[in-house]
Nanobody, 120 residues
Framework: QVQLVESGGGSVQPGGSLRLSCEVLGRIFSISYMGWYRQVPGKQRELVAVVNSGGSLNYADSAKGRFTISRDNAKNTVYLQMNDLKPDDTAVYYC??????????????WGQGIQVTVSS
């Protein structure tokens, strides 16, 4: 069984910063992608940022220049540093990882989600 434990969310004023963390617990192998998505009520879940095992990064246009994703492979943890936060960043943020949990084939696994609220 694999569990993704997210932390670091909360409420912040516009222009502020938050750092999200997601630790992957359990026996998971060959982790390729680690990343963050977000969702607001009534809308589809959307990509924020992902990083692959080779270190290649992909950001949503809305995140470029403000957010930084990083991963610590030794800790099976992925981070999202969010700076200059805007009210439009308000959402539930979900951590995701792509890997192998035996005896199953490669699959995507998701955290429970963490609320980020940007408001004055």
């Amino acid at each position: 069984q694999v569990q993704l434990v997210e932390s670091g969310g909360g409420s912040v004023q516009p222009g502020g910063s938050l750092r999200l963390s997601c630790e992957v617990l359990g026996r998971i192998f060959s982790i390729s992608y680690m990343g963050w998505y977000r969702q607001v009520p009534g809308k589809q879940r959307e990509l924020v940022a992902v990083v692959n095992s080779g270190g290649s990064l992909n950001y949503a246009d809305s995140a470029k220049g403000r957010f930084t994703i990083s991963r610590d492979n030794a800790k099976n943890t992925v981070y999202l540093q969010m700076n200059d936060l805007k009210p439009d960043d308000t959402a539930v943020y979900y951590c995701t990882v792509t890997g192998v949990v035996l005896p199953y084939p490669i699959n995507d696994y998701w955290g429970q989600g963490i609320q980020v609220t940007v408001s004055s």
